[in-house]
């Protein structure tokens, strides 16, 4: 599934959500991508995922939000979620909002899929 605001894509066994937002957007506009991105995740037992944000350079409290909400979702699948491409800007944004708590976080695509593979299997 492909939309203009994110991809998804297989590796191997792990799904990969790459999220492409615009800095700015409207409430109603981020709301469709919400329930999108969410939608995901309404048939599926896959346990493993992957959320790239490598693209995003600001992260507002509604991107926030989504990215707890995909997170939700996950443990709700009983799986596990790593997120990755973090820039050190929006890391000092997690750190500061306390968020690196609720995720697992590596730096690149590829270390997240080493470390999700090795963690589930």
């Known amino acids: 599934m492909t939309d203009e ?3 998804i894509v297989q590796e191997g066994e792990v799904h990969v959500i790459t999220l492409r937002l615009p800095q700015s957007m409207d409430s109603n506009e981020f709301d469709r991508i ?3 991105v969410l939608e995901i995740f309404a048939d599926q037992t896959h346990p493993r995922w992957v959320l ?5 350079n600001y992260m507002g409290s509604s991107v926030l939000g989504l990215l707890v909400n995909i997170r939700q979702r996950v443990m709700t699948l009983h799986g596990q979620l790593v997120l990755c491409g973090l820039s050190p800007q929006l890391l000092r944004v997690f750190r500061t909002c306390c968020m690196e708590r609720l995720f697992k976080i590596s730096k690149s695509r590829a270390d997240a899929l080493k470390s999700i593979v090795r963690g589930l299997g």
């Open 52 to 56: 790239d944000v490598t693209g995003l």
């Open 34 to 36: 919400n329930e999108q």
């Open 5 to 7: 605001y994110f991809q």
